[in-house]
């Protein structure tokens, strides 16, 4: 059954010109288009644009999938009554649930492998066993964090229009306040304060250290994996508190 | 066999008693028609037969199970047995109609063969269209169709010929009437189309002002003097 549904999970997100767009064309084409204007820069760490937008890119790509294709979609199909007639099937939530999941991490594995030989073919970026086993690894921590983020951020949402405009505010805030157009660090201050809270500039920021070799036990990063841990933990409380509402 | 059992059900949205109090039971082989006005509390009715909805008190025993006690996976053992057909149909808007028959199909490990239902249903020309690109009538026998994969003991249908041409509408019930007198199940269907109630079902429920203001067969309805049960909803039911 798990199969099935998986396979149709892919075949509706292939046919979904929207969700393409967001999370297919547009990350690739920036990394692509600011390659060529930034590629010769160097960023903190001494890291080239290579090292540090590959990850970037890479965690783009996942936010993107997670919050249209996982959390938007679950609205829609709320909102439409889908989700409703589903129900009345004898499908365990679950198995829809873990189909949900698996379909998420193999297109933002699939955008991982895309924005990689793109970063290997035009900007000269090392390959290495080691460090993609640890930076895959990595990557799939924080597919699980922002799919547990989203679903619970999404579940507050009970009309498609709204959902939607909250999804592209939301990804024209990541990008800005995220560290994926340009560093924090050039930003206006007010910029700076915003990334604070932004939880995937601290996503960010580590995986750019984890990709790199670069990871250091200092307060920064014990902040950012506490910052995020405490998310983690308040969306689980909302989706729990939501999931009984919804039984109630 | 008693297939429903409904005892003094009430249910409220905030200050709104939709359902103050119904009794309601269908026997296995019956086609009963719920009607009342919009937002009588049809729809309301049938989602709590459903197993989707809560209520706020009596008693619904469905396929002999007491609904409100009961864990997920015997309620879910319980919803194998319902099909719906609901208002509005939707599904996977991005899936042709072949492939959610074929989805379906593997949720209810169905052994028929799909082939078969397109041409049973008169789908061939259909298959290839997403569900979302259908007119509502041919959604509806999509939806039909799909309701029938799991040979329901229990079929339950909201509103299932709203917006159908006379065609469609005798397609469809045509359907009905046939998987009601082949398998014996049971029909629970609301509707507006009080021809349709005279034509098809066996027992009708008014529900007015909360509670099931009448509950009986169509012919004993009739008995009482009126000409139809299109008058008979006129003269009972108020704007």
């Given amino acids: 059954m798990l199969a099935t549904q998986l396979k149709y999970d892919l075949l509706m997100f292939s046919r979904e010109l929207f969700y393409l767009v967001f999370t297919i064309f547009v990350p690739p084409a920036t990394y692509i288009f600011m390659g060529q204007l930034y590629g010769e820069q160097s960023y903190a760490g001494n890291l080239s644009y290579a090292q540090t937008y590959t990850p970037s890119f890479i965690l783009l790509i996942t936010f993107t999938v997670v919050f249209f294709a996982f959390g938007f979609d679950q609205v829609v199909h709320r909102t439409t009554g889908v989700e409703k007639r589903i129900s009345l099937s004898p499908v365990s939530k679950n198995t829809l649930l873990l189909s949900s999941i698996i379909r998420s991490t193999i297109i933002t594995s699939l955008g991982y492998g895309f924005i990689l030989i793109i970063g290997l073919f035009m900007f000269d970026l090392e390959f290495g066993l080691l460090s993609f086993l640890t930076s895959y690894g990595f990557f799939i921590f924080l597919n699980a964090v922002l799919l547990i983020i989203a679903s619970a951020i999404y579940s507050f949402f009970q009309h498609m229009n709204s959902a939607l405009v909250f999804s592209i505010v939301v990804f024209q805030a990541v990008i800005f306040t995220g560290g994926f157009a340009m560093p924090i660090s050039m930003m206006p201050k007010f910029i700076q304060v915003i990334a604070d809270f932004n939880p995937m500039y601290h996503m960010n920021n580590l995986f750019i250290a984890v990709w790199n070799g670069q990871l250091t036990f200092d307060q920064n990063m014990f902040l950012s994996i506490g910052y995020i841990v405490a998310l983690v933990a308040v969306a689980l409380v909302i989706l729990r508190i939501q999931n009984k509402r919804k039984i109630g | ?239």
């Fill in chain 2, 1 to 239: 066999m008693k297939i429903i059992e409904v005892n003094n059900l009430t249910k409220s949205y905030g200050t709104n008693h939709v359902l103050q109090g119904v009794n309601f039971h269908a026997q296995s082989g019956e086609i009963i028609g719920v009607i009342g006005k919009n937002g009588a509390g049809k729809s309301t009715f049938l989602e709590i037969l459903m197993t989707i909805k809560q209520y706020d008190a009596g008693t619904v025993i469905v396929l002999d199970e007491n609904i409100a006690s009961l864990p997920m996976n015997r309620l879910e053992q319980v919803r194998k047995q319902i099909s719906v057909v609901l208002q509005p149909t939707q599904f996977y808007k991005t899936l042709k109609v072949e492939e959610l028959l074929k989805l379906f199909k593997a949720y209810y490990k169905s052994d028929l063969d799909i082939k078969k239902i397109i041409v049973d249903f008169k789908l061939e020309p259909h298959r290839k269209k997403y569900f979302d690109k259908l007119s509502g009538g041919w959604k509806q026998i999509v939806s039909l169709a799909i309701a029938f994969l799991s040979a329901p003991k229990l079929l339950i249908l909201d509103e299932p010929t709203t917006g159908l041409d006379p065609h469609m509408r005798n397609m469809l019930w045509s359907y009905i009437t046939d998987y009601n007198k082949r398998t014996g199940g049971t029909v629970i269907l609301t509707t507006h189309n009080m021809d349709e109630i005279e034509l098809y079902c066996d027992k009708v429920m008014l529900i007015n002002n909360g509670v099931n203001e009448v509950f009986d067969t169509t012919e004993s309805i009739l008995a009482t003097g009126y000409k139809s049960i299109h008058e008979f909803y006129l003269k009972r039911v108020s704007i």
